[in-house]
């Protein structure tokens, strides 16, 4: 078992930023994909960023790629999400999610992808 927090969360200006920060704990000499979900109320959730076992590579969602940089820190078991010019459309819950993973390179976009889950964090962008 894995466990997942997230922090970082709060209420912001359009334009500003935020870093998420996600730690793990629990089971966690496996090796796992990472990555940022969020949900807007009324919407489903829907993928933001991963990041692959080693942090090789990387994956966005169109509608935050340029502003959000998702990155991790192994020996810190901590993943990352750093969101630059923020958007009220960025309003959300935001989780992340570890899907062990069995290769160096594969990063996973699809929430039924993830394994384990973090309780959210609320982002809120005031126009």
């Known amino acids: 078992q894995v466990q997942l927090e997230e922090s970082g969360g709060g209420l912001v200006q359009a334009g500003s930023s935020l870093s998420l920060s996600c730690g793990a704990s629990g089971h966690t000499s496996s090796n796992y994909a990472m990555g940022w979900f969020r949900q807007a109320p009324g919407k489903e959730r829907e993928f933001v960023a991963a990041?692959?076992?080693?942090?090789?590579?990387?994956y966005y969602s169109y509608s935050v790629k340029g502003r959000f940089t998702i990155s991790r820190d192994t020996a810190k078991n901590t993943v990352y999400l750093q969101m630059n010019n923020l958007k009220p459309e960025d309003t959300a819950v935001y989780y992340c999610?570890?899907?062990?993973?069995?290769?160096?390179?594969?990063?996973?976009?699809?929430?039924?992808?993830?394994?384990?889950w973090g309780q959210g964090t609320q982002v809120t962008v005031s126009s």
């Open positions: 999610a570890a899907k062990r993973a069995t290769n160096v390179v594969l990063i996973y976009y699809r929430s039924y992808d993830y394994d384990y």
């Open positions: 990041v692959s076992w080693t942090g090789l590579n990387t």
